[in-house]
């Protein structure tokens, strides 16, 4: 069950909906009860998926006329279990159930300097920031990096605004960011702000640590699709309560738990919080820890998981066979089956 009871939950509708990028839509929600979103809040609302309202999180990228109207951008993702694809189809006039804005990565004013990174649709946690820095006169820099210009969101706005203050880095041009050198340009005065893919904020992490500056200045926001293995189908055992389960590729684990019956502790549903943490009997296959709750000591024993984000990938024998070409379907591709214990 959710432990969430700070969110109040309300009518919205949607007055604006267009594609900013390749694969992203630009939704403009009015809601009911108008609340002035903070950089770095977020709006959750449910979305049907086979016929049951499901939670869903997005950063509102702009908050205009003091919370009147507040835009997300929703990244369209084919191999989910239909939530954002749902979202792609809203036109104006749609209705949907909000959430008030909620906050859970804040933007602390009054540091020397800023330094703002974000990786892909990342760049929808971080946009706000931006704009308010820019309109306080902080001294700010904001990095934008992605595979290709076309899939990166307001990329040109974001250009016109900032000037010299935004680096962008495109892969697909090699400008590919490097994070060594991003970190080697900071300082102790600096406050980093980011989002991304999981394998960027690990890098940026390490280095960070490396260079030993203040954790706590070292802030992020995470999405749970993010992780070191594509999504695939496993199989979940709770031996206690003798319940065997599969999650499909675009099904997390919390959900596919709370479908089979299981009564499940989760509040933030980004691999934050730590409440949805279980803890593994036995594993056949790999923990994909999606999370950012664990320490690298801690994701590295996997002994616990975070079920609202973290998956597990196929044994790394059959990984190998698929990589040296076998074919899955003779029998060297076996399904990952993990045991865990809840409660």
Not at 7 to 21: L, P, R, Y
Not at 148 to 164: F, N, P, T, V
Request: glycine fraction near 10%; charge should be negative; proline fraction near 6%.
């Amino acid at each position: 069950m959710a432990v969430n009871s700070t969110a109040v939950w309300q009518d919205g509708v949607v007055i604006e909906a267009h594609d900013v990028a390749e694969g992203i839509r630009r939704i403009v929600i009015e809601p009911e009860l108008p609340v002035n979103a903070e950089p770095g809040s977020h709006l959750d609302l449910t979305v049907p998926i086979q016929g049951e309202p499901v939670t869903r999180s997005y950063s509102i990228v702009e908050s205009l006329e003091g919370g009147r109207r507040l835009a997300i951008s929703v990244l369209r993702a084919p191999a989910s279990r239909g939530g954002s694809i749902h979202l792609h189809t809203l036109q104006p006039g749609a209705p949907l159930r909000i959430t008030q804005p909620l906050q859970n990565f804040p933007l602390r004013i009054g540091a020397p300097r800023y330094v703002l990174l974000a990786g892909g649709i990342g760049i929808t946690a971080i946009a706000h920031m931006a704009r308010v820095l820019k309109s306080i006169k902080a001294d700010y820099r904001l990095v934008y990096a992605g595979r290709r210009r076309d899939a990166m969101a307001y990329l040109s706005d974001l250009e016109a605004e900032h000037g010299d203050r935004i680096s962008v880095h495109v892969d697909a041009e090699g400008t590919a960011l490097k994070v060594p050198e991003l970190i080697a340009s900071l300082d102790a005065g600096t406050e980093l702000y980011m989002c991304g893919p999981i394998r960027l904020m690990d890098a940026v992490r390490r280095g960070w640590n490396d260079a030993g500056f203040d954790a706590p200045s070292l802030r992020y926001e995470t999405f749970g699709n993010s992780g070191w293995y594509d999504p695939e189908e496993f199989t979940v055992r709770i031996p206690r309560l003798g319940v065997e389960t599969k999650v499909g590729a675009g099904s997390s684990l919390l959900e596919a738990l709370e479908e089979a019956g299981v009564e499940m502790m989760f509040d933030c549903r980004k691999g934050e919080c730590g409440l949805c943490q279980v803890k593994i009997l036995d594993l056949d296959g790999t923990v994909d820890h999606r999370d950012v709750f664990y320490s690298q000591r801690q994701q590295d024993a996997s002994s616990q998981m975070c079920v609202c984000v973290s998956r597990v990938a196929r044994p790394a024998d059959a990984e190998n066979a698929a990589d040296a070409g076998a074919d899955p379907q003779c029998g060297h591709h076996r399904p990952a089956v993990v045991s865990i214990d809840v409660g």
